[in-house]
DNA sequence: AATTGTACCTGTCAGC
DNA sequence: TGCTGACAGGTACAAT
């Protein structure tokens, strides 16, 4: 679920909540909130809500920051507590919520609640934000100003994968998932199912503006709220309005009127205009 | 090495 | 109504 533009919108939510605040207690009705259940069913994190919760005891709240779609929040002893939403998860602040799979609660009485139906999502402590190996293998950010455009589209086009798929790897550009690029893809006229060596050097340039086009236009709406996605405060984003393709297989393309066409791309589904995108 | 498929989990929706 | 199967915004790992 959430993107880039979701998760920044969190952070800038409890960037104006959380510094300041001091942990007083923690809740961990669902251990595998912070064991990081993986796909052979076995935790891939040894930890327990009791030492999860004893890390966080007495701990200030100074930073909230974001990585792709990694969110951390940095403590007064340098150390941090990173949060992967995964496709459900939310970071809710306000009363403690019954269906909550960990609750942290600070001096004045508030709570952080980590919701997440499908139970993907994960939240570990790090000795330092940036150190964190899950952190350090991202791609550039692409709204950051280290974003070298020229090394990433040489690197694009000479990826045997097919475009959609790498748009969706992290370790090449951080922050993209399904919805962004099936919009920037669109914006672009590229077709999600050619292979990335098939790109021309003149559509580099156009990608990476339109990367940059609905990455912003999310943020300035508060992300998109298909089903689950909920900004800090429990409120839903604007930004689905504005998608052009995303979800709207079958309906008439919003420049040509071809029908748009579905399909899946390496197990992800997709959209794209066969008249609009080559 | 790089790319693709599968699994993790729950809820919803379409079709019968 | 109730069942079944497909599908959902992401990532780690296994298989090829």
New binding site residues.
């Given amino acids: 679920?959430?993107?880039l533009p979701?998760v920044e919108t969190v952070r800038r939510d409890l960037a104006a909540l959380l510094p300041g605040r001091t942990v007083t207690r923690v809740e961990v009705p669902d251990p595998?909130a912070v064991q990081?259940?993986?796909?052979?069913?076995r935790a891939?994190r040894r930890e327990t809500p009791a030492a999860f919760a004893a890390a966080l005891f007495g701990r200030t709240a100074r930073e909230v920051l974001r990585r792709?779609?990694?969110l951390g929040v940095r403590w007064d002893d340098g150390s941090a507590l990173l949060v992967?939403?995964?496709?459900?998860g939310q970071l809710i602040f306000g009363p403690p919520r019954p269906n909550a799979r960990a609750l942290i609660f600070f001096s004045d009485g508030s709570c952080l609640n980590f919701c997440d139906?499908?139970?993907?999502g994960e939240l570990w402590r790090a000795a330092n934000w940036s150190a964190d190996p899950?952190v350090r293998?991202l791609g550039p950010e692409p709204l950051g100003d280290g974003w070298d455009v020229a090394a990433w589209g040489r690197s694009l086009r000479?990826?045997?994968?097919?475009v959609q798929?790498?748009l969706?790897?992290?370790r090449r550009l951080a922050g993209?998932?399904?919805?962004y690029?099936t919009e920037a893809l669109f914006l672009s006229g590229v077709r999600p199912t050619r292979?990335?060596?098939t790109l021309r050097s003149a559509d580099i340039p156009v990608l990476a503006a339109n990367i940059q086009k609905v990455l912003n236009q999310g943020i300035a709406h508060r992300?998109?709220?298909?089903?689950?996605?909920r900004d800090a405060r429990g409120e839903r984003?604007r930004a689905r309005e504005k998608l052009e393709v995303?979800?709207k297989a079958g309906r008439p393309c919003p420049r040509c009127e071809t029908p748009l066409r579905?399909v899946?791309v390496?197990?992800?589904?997709?959209v794209y205009c066969p008249q609009c995108q080559k």
């Fill in positions: 679920m959430p993107e979701e595998r990081g259940f993986g796909p052979d069913g891939r792709g779609k990694y992967h939403l995964r496709m459900t139906t499908r139970r993907f899950s293998a000479r990826c045997g994968a097919r798929s790498a969706l790897d992290q993209l998932g399904n919805i690029v292979r990335a060596r992300g998109v709220s298909f089903r689950d996605y984003g995303y979800g579905g899946k390496n197990g992800r589904g997709t």
